[in-house]
């Protein structure tokens, strides 16, 4: 039971982070980036320390948290960046302007 829960805790610690950096990256944000490029490369030594060995319920448990945690941190992002400046990217007059960008 102990590799399924690191094994989780890791996936979903590296695709939250790669999914928060996606947005700090195309934010300019570059303290937030380096401080997650390190986290994912911790991450990561968790992921290949048991992958290998992994049984078929630690490799469910593993892709289980892959979806969860990509959700997690696109509701996840703006909402902390919108604590600390005190608005949110998408209640600015350029909501429309943001979104034309995107498509």
Not at 2 to 29: H, P, T, Y
Request: aromatic share 14%; net charge positive; charged share 15%.
């Amino acid at each position: 039971m102990k590799n399924e829960i690191i094994l989780f805790l890791s996936q979903f610690a590296l695709v939250f982070l790669i999914g928060f950096q996606s947005q700090n990256v195309r934010d300019n944000r570059y303290f937030g980036s380096a401080v997650c490029s390190f986290l994912l490369g911790l991450s990561q030594c968790f992921q290949w320390r048991l992958m290998p060995n992994a049984t078929t319920v630690e490799m469910a448990v593993w892709l289980f948290a892959g979806p969860l945690a990509i959700m997690c941190a696109i509701w996840a992002h703006p909402r902390i960046f919108k604590a600390r400046k005190g608005k949110h990217f998408l209640a600015s007059k350029n909501r429309n302007e943001h979104r034309e960008k995107l498509f």
